[in-house]
């Protein structure tokens, strides 16, 4: 948005005009119906304010306090179904006319639960405590009592005036009344709003910034501002200031956010106009979300259905249980009478109901959870210690801030990246150029030969700045000989732009709001033209030396649709143009005086583009001084009409803009962060779409799609939507939709057989923020949706923070994917909020692979381990209920009681966390190389429903080849070599859970694909453990201590030292084993999947470099695209170069 002239800024109201006495005369009642749309601040005046009850500036992100934290999250853990069911149970446990199992073994474990996830929950609000006290507490520096004096950030209110130092936060969205700079600019830093760090210029009104740093005028400074309402949009603001009697209409120029950092400005004045949760930053900002994972809600779903299993299980056991005592157990009432509260068959079987509900509770025992949070806890510290996924230059390591979310990174169809400080390190440099078909920097292209792994010395330019690097000598040598071309290439980057320069401790800085500019100036710098002073009117150069002067005649503006800029300028008698834009629209420009340089600069822009970097042409024109004046009074028309001014400024620049002289071209680099290109590939490969969502201008982001080959030339089309109108949006749309259904028919038409790789990465698609907004409309949203879907790479340009949550949510909401939200900065925290899974990167790490590597270990672990859990409770459960068809179903527990508590937590929990912690079916160098491993976690194949029922069969026959074996083997009257029959209960309970022990140990050392030496002492010590707590627990010295709760006293003797019992072990764990055996043999060999097939293929030709990791999926292509270098705002140059009106200095004399 441009900066108006003082006469513009003057807008009077509609009442202005019509009322004699002006705002003035505006009636109370104006302003209460006013009000309901707008907001009316009293600058300076606090008591008018207090009336208004504005936000206080406070903010609070956490979730509890120290009073509502036991309430609420003991509500939110008791919303997870599986907790409220282990309640239930623990409930049922505590009545002991129905208790089959000691309580301690549900209400430990639940506690234990309940405890740890609070104590995490407590730890994480406390870190947003602290973060929201240290935020608040900041110092700001206020208007109080007639003088400025410093408080906290908390204590700001509306309508109050605030004092900022230069590098200082801006604490609150404020009007800027005016700056200490001569100039009346402050620059400011907005990488937490929108995520570019280059600065933006911010300009007050004339009428307040001629106050400048005179602290005594704001004493008994007042003035009246209509604001709009609180709202979230970061690029617009309309509001009138009345002050000394006139009407000023004030636009997002005048206008600093909270968030925003001042930079290379020594102080600056603002009157506060919202505060805390009503600023533009926290209105951007999403409430705080618990997030589950996909498996997370299988889970609760699974929790249900063996609920009703249960339930069934339980419900024939009572049915079963009643009709035995009415047909049989009656006979034995003599010895085995009823109890007093029963009074028939039904009330039994109602009992026997829940007693059968606690006994056969372990189908879902508590420590799965338990387990669970153990597993994740491990895996996140497996990414914490990747030394792959550790910056060393900033010593930042990866850090997994929450546990929940590792197994999704398995599953993501859906990447959401910011582009600034994620995709590139938003680091420009001037990397290579050509001047009248010379081309310097590029050596393969050099008609001189140079070392390009030596760098240009600058030290003799005292002006030279020391991070600056070029390898091709030729060109300084060209420069200091005073070829002619060279020095007029280097004079237009001098010349050509909207970059200020001061002095700063004794060197020369420059403040550039593009870091394309900003590079292209520096470059002329070091090569001995240096841009040294400009003012309204004039621009002085010192040019090896020797200082030349310019007066500043014109700036012709770059936008999006000109896709240029141009300076004329005045030197001596001679009236120049120079030029600088996108090749396309500067050689439509050209007066084709020498077509074999242009030939020429058009080989080498290809060469440039090809290698992703931003080009620019350069052209010039000398301007005949009688044309120049005619010329300045059609401009001067077009640039003071009140109707069409764009469209009339853009026809006058045309005009001049014509029969221009080719100087040369530049390429920029735009660094991207290390393995970008690589890792898009593989993500591409692994079936994942990928959203770009920036702030950066529609062109940036574009170039920088292609330079990290988002977008490629073999894509059929890339679709590019930036309608002003919902009509034109939706057309849009529409035509692309049909336009993507003609060339899928055409191909089809044709028998184009593609091979997949060719089909990745069909279609683009490249849409702005303003028609974001009209796509995200509910009549809309679902077209673009459907659009978007049909195209594999997405780039979403000048989006607002809300906006990039809004198009993660409309994703989220609407496709059975997971997504996956990435970003650097603060104006990020919307999105990573709503994405499934959020990732914050700090520095210059960029996208890794690695998480991706990570999340498939991890969702295949945890697969795994769901797997296995449900197969080994199932099969130890269950004995109890076929042991029930032989004990009158009366929920006789099989086992003894403390094994059943310690089944799950000491005899076969460490192998299977040791599995779902350290299990690699193939290492990180063969799952990056072969990416399509990646998919089985985005169709949900390891693990779901139908898998869950394989598990539950599993354990079903497991459990009654467990039960059967030994019951038949001992039924018949078996007896050792004592003499003593084995057919007792102790006896056949021990047997069945030594062999459940070794079977479920043995099962999963077949599930192992990764051995090591913790996964063998693992397993192993499991196995043993079983051996160890017979000895303790059937000793003499336990039951000493309690006969009743250690009732099995030496049976292990009886058991350990019977050869059959061993026996029956010995052929129940083979028969059991024998089709897991199969089953894995077949599907390892005879049909073996792509993960087996790369398994054994690392196997046998064991690891891979590193070097030949991205070989097969990286295609490199030399891009026909030419990106060009501009990335300022529209309108810039108006600002920089305005008149000097609206400045409180004398221009330097011409």
């Known amino acids: 948005m441009s900066a108006h002239s003082d006469d513009a800024e003057q807008i009077p109201l509609e009442e202005v005009k019509n009322s004699k006495n002006g705002a003035a005369n505006a009636t109370t009642q104006d302003d209460d119906d006013a009000s309901k749309s707008e907001r009316i601040i009293y600058i300076n005046d606090k008591a008018r304010n207090a009336e208004e009850k504005f936000s206080r500036n406070n903010i609070t992100t956490s979730k509890y306090t120290i009073l509502t934290f036991l309430p609420i999250n003991l509500f939110e853990q008791f919303r997870r179904v599986a907790n409220a069911y282990f ?5 049922l446990q505590c009545i002991p006319q129905i208790n089959a199992l000691n309580p301690v073994s549900t209400a430990v474990p639940l506690v234990i639960v309940l405890g740890i996830t609070a104590a995490k929950d407590g730890v994480d609000d406390y870190k947003r405590h602290q973060s929201d ?5 900041r110092n700001a520096t206020v208007l109080q009592d007639g003088s400025f004096q410093t408080t906290k950030w908390r204590d700001v209110n509306v309508g109050d005036i ?5 590098n200082q936060h801006i604490p609150a969205d404020i009007l800027l009344l005016s700056t200490s700079e001569a100039s009346m600019f402050c620059f400011i830093e907005t990488a937490d709003l929108d995520g570019e760090t280059n600065l933006k210029v911010r300009q007050p009104l004339a009428a307040t910034g001629k106050i400048g740093v005179n602290e005594g005028s704001y004493v008994n400074f007042t003035a009246k501002l209509r604001s709009e309402l609180p709202n979230n949009q970061l690029n617009k603001y309309q ?14 120029e005048k206008i600093l956010l909270r968030g925003c950092i001042l930079r290379n400005t020594n102080q600056i004045y603002g009157a506060v106009v919202f505060t805390g949760k009503d600023t533009k930053l926290m209105q951007n900002s999403g409430s705080p979300r618990f997030k589950r994972t996909r498996l997370d809600r299988v889970m609760n779903s699974l929790v249900f259905m063996i609920f009703v299993i249960l339930c069934c299980f339980s419900l024939v056991g009572a049915i079963l249980g009643g009709l035995w005592e009415s047909r049989t157990g009656i006979y034995f009432r003599a010895f085995l009478p009823w109890e007093t509260f029963t009074h028939n068959s039904a009330s039994i079987g109602a009992l026997l109901f829940l007693s059968y509900i606690i006994l056969l509770n372990t189908l879902v025992p508590i420590s799965l959870y338990v387990s669970v949070e153990i597993i994740r806890l491990g895996q996140s510290w497996t990414i914490d210690w990747d030394l792959k996924m550790y910056h060393e230059k900033t010593d930042t390591p990866a850090k997994a801030r929450t546990t929940t979310l590792n197994e999704e990174l398995g599953q993501i169809e859906y990447v959401f990246s910011d582009k600034t400080g994620t995709l590139t390190q938003n680091i420009m440099t001037f990397d290579r150029c050509s001047i009248l078909g010379t081309v310097y920097g590029d050596p393969e292209l050099s008609e001189r030969s140079f070392s390009a792994s030596k760098k240009v010395d600058f030290s003799a330019n005292r002006y030279h700045t020391p991070k600056f690097e070029f390898s091709d000598q030729n060109l300084l040598q060209d420069c200091q000989i005073g070829v002619k071309p060279v020095h007029e290439f280097f004079r237009l980057l001098a010349l050509c732009h909207t970059v200020m320069a001061e002095e700063s401790d004794g060197e020369l800085v420059y403040k550039a709001q593009s870091p394309d500019e900003a590079a ?15 003012s309204s009117s004039m621009m002085i150069l010192d040019c090896l030396g020797t200082k030349e002067q310019y007066e500043l005649l014109c700036t012709l503006d770059f936008n999006n649709v000109r896709k240029r800029m141009s300076v004329i300028v005045r030197q001596g008698n001679e009236i120049i143009l120079y030029c600088k834009g996108a090749d396309t629209v500067i050689y439509e420009r050209l007066d ?14 290809n060469s440039f583009a090809g290698e992703g970097l931003r080009t620019l042409c350069l052209a010039k024109k000398i301007i005949d001084p009688k044309f120049y004046t005619e010329w300045k009074m059609r401009h001067h028309a077009a640039n003071t009409a009140s109707v069409g001014r764009d469209q009339k400024l853009d026809a006058v620049y045309e005009e001049i803009e014509q029969n221009l002289t080719l100087i040369g071209a530049t390429a920029i680099e735009d660094k991207l962060q290390d393995g970008v290109p690589e890792t898009i590939a593989n993500l591409s490969q692994a079936n994942i779409k990928i959203w770009v969502l920036t702030g950066d201008k529609q062109e940036t982001a574009i170039n920088i799609g292609y330079s990290c080959r988002l977008l490629t030339e073999n894509m059929d089309e890339v679709f590019i939507i930036n309608g002003s109108n919902p009509e034109s949006v939706k057309s849009s749309i529409e035509n692309f939709q049909q336009r993507i259904a003609d060339i899928k028919r055409q191909s089809q038409g044709e028998n184009d057989v593609r091979t997949s790789h060719e089909d990745v990465n069909v279609f683009g698609l490249v849409i702005n923020g303003d028609s974001l907004a009209y796509a995200l409309e509910e009549d809309m949203k679902f077209e673009f949706l459907k659009l978007a879907s049909e195209c594999n790479a997405i780039i979403c340009c000048r989006v607002t923070p809300l906006q990039k949550a809004l198009v993660v949510k409309l994703v989220k909401d609407n496709k059975n994917a997971v997504t996956l939200a990435i970003g650097d900065g603060a104006n990020d925290v919307s999105m990573i909020k709503e994405a499934h899974i959020g990732i914050g990167i700090s520095g210059q790490e960029g996208m890794q692979a690695v998480m991706s590597i990570h999340g498939r270990w991890d969702y295949m672990r945890m697969c795994k381990f769901l797997n296995y859990f449900f197969y080994k409770n199932f099969a130890f459960t269950l004995c109890h209920f076929w042991f029930g068809v032989f004990s009158g179903f009366s929920a006789q527990a099989i086992y003894d009681s403390w094994f059943v508590t310690l089944y799950n937590v000491v005899f076969t929990s460490l192998p299977v966390i040791g599995l779902a912690i350290l299990e690699q079916d193939v290492n990180d160098k063969y799952s990056i190389r072969y990416p399509k491993m990646y998919v089985p976690g985005q169709q949900n194949i390891l693990f779901n429903q139908k898998i869950f029922v394989v598990s539950l069969f599993q354990g079903v026959c497991t459990s009654l080849a467990l039960f059967f074996i030994p019951y038949l083997a001992f039924y018949a009257g078996a007896i050792d070599y004592n003499g003593i029959t084995l057919d007792n209960l102790q006896f056949l309970g021990t047997v069945i859970a030594f062999t459940l022990v070794i079977v479920v140990n043995l099962q999963i050392a077949l599930y192992t694909k990764y051995w090591n030496i913790i996964m063998h002492v693992f397993i192993w010590v499991s196995t043993i453990s079983f051996i160890v707590y017979a000895f303790l627990f059937y000793s003499y010295v336990f039951f000493s201590l309690s006969a009743s709760q250690f009732s099995y006293v030496r049976i292990h003797f009886q058991v350990f030292s019977s050869p059959y019992a061993w026996f029956v072990t010995a052929v129940a764990v083979v028969f059991i084993l024998t089709p897991s055996v199969l089953r894995e043999y077949f599907s390892t060999t005879i049909r073996p999947s792509l993960t087996e097939r790369i398994r054994w293929q690392q196997v046998k030709h064991g690891d891979i470099d590193d070097g030949s990791l991205h070989s097969a999926t990286v295609k490199r292509r030399r891009s026909t695209h030419s990106g060009f270098a501009f990335s300022q705002e529209p309108g810039i140059s108006n600002v920089v170069c305005q008149d000097n009106t609206n400045s409180r200095s004398t221009p330097v004399p011409v």
């Open 87 to 91: 309640l239930f149970l623990l409930i």
């Open 133 to 137: 006290k240290k935020i608040n507490n």
């Open 239 to 252: 509001g009138t200031l009345e002050y000394n009697g006139e009407t000023y209409g004030i636009d997002n």
């Open 592 to 605: 084709g005086s020498n077509p074999e340089i242009q030939r020429k600069t058009t080989d080498h822009l």
């Open 520 to 534: 292209l100036v520096e470059a002329a710098r070091n090569f001995g033209f240096v841009f040294a002073k400009r």
């Open 162 to 166: 605030v004092r900022i130092e230069n």
